[in-house]
């Protein structure tokens, strides 16, 4: 019997599972079937974005789950992101529009701004390749666009249907990558709430004072590369290629004998147990099986607080490797 995952109440007034499948780095050769193996396993979130270009992929497989009777499309929470060349409120409806096309769906769950940065608009027509921050060729770094924040969350907010817009075709909304001073920023003018915020977390890097601002304000926190350098090795990062892996690290290992679980379960648990949703990706059946069983134990207290001392500050996704400081 598949594993009953927690959900948490997004301001929204919709539920969000604490466990998601993320497909970032999916190949779209594999995403339908992978995405319809996690939902055959107990999944019920899926994570996507523009920008991953798997997202029609990605429909296939919930299509699939759907037609062969799995679940109900109600069942299913699936979250995609705008993408930074879209910002612009025509730009972002039209994207938003075709995104909830590729996964051939009524409406999508969640739509995030994916980076608090606006870049200039690529036409849609032209051939999409994995990295927007630069040209096909990756020789030039694509300009800024003056679009401000406020425009593109308003652009959000035109698409969430409301008995006041029943036209809309999104439940919830939210942001990505934001820091704590851009949050409060769109707090200040959102009509509808802003329901979940995004970022990367793990415990090189825990951002304590950001989840704690979130939280506080109703907002659920996504954490992603929850296993830290993990995924980021075959990109060739720095930082992930220098820094040790959170599997290997004695106090997770320890945890993880004594509670009789994987590392990569104690450190989703640490997440979970704490409200931070996570959105692990897998190629393997096995893993993809343990990331879900990781909500049928807890930690104590002592063990979240060692976990989270192995803080260093140590983000792995920085533009600024592209020249975009928003992080600083």
Sequence with gaps: MAVKVPSLKLASGYDMPLVGFGIWKVPRETCAEQVYNAIKLGYRYIDGAWDYTNSKEAGEGVRRA???GIVKREDLFITTKLWNNYHKREHALEMAKL?????????????????????????????????????????????????????????????????????????????????????????????????????????????????????????AVTGYSSFGPQSFLELGNKNAVNAKSLFEVDVVKSIAEKHGKTPGQVLLRWN????????????????????????????????????SALNQGLRFNEPADFGFRIFA
Excluded at 104 to 118: A, K, Q, T, V
Excluded at 290 to 298: A, R
Aim: charged share 25%; net charge negative.
């Design 99 to 219: 995104e909830l096309e590729a996964w051939g769906l009524d409406y999508l769950d969640l739509f995030l701004i994916h980076f608090p940065i606006s870049l200039q608009f690529i036409p849609f027509e032209e051939i999409r390749w994995p990295c927007f921050w630069t040209d096909k060729e990756q020789t030039k770094v694509t300009p800024l666009a003056k679009v401000p924040i406020s425009e593109t969350w308003k652009a959000l907010e035109e698409m969430v249907k409301t008995p006041e817009n029943p036209n809309g075709f999104v439940r919830s909304i939210g942001v990505s990558n934001f820091q704590s001073q851009l949050v409060t920023d769109v707090l200040s003018y959102a009509k509808i709430p802003l329901s979940v915020l995004q970022i990367e977390h793990h415990p090189y890097l825990t951002q304590p004072e950001l989840i704690k601002m979130a939280q506080e304000n109703n907002i």
């Design 66 to 68: 759907i037609d062969e």
């Design 272 to 307: 979970t147990q704490r409200n931070v949703i996570v959105i692990p990706k897998s190629n393997s059946v096995d893993r993809l099986k343990q990331n879900l069983e990781s909500v049928t134990f807890d930690l104590t207290d002592e063990e979240v607080k060692q976990i």
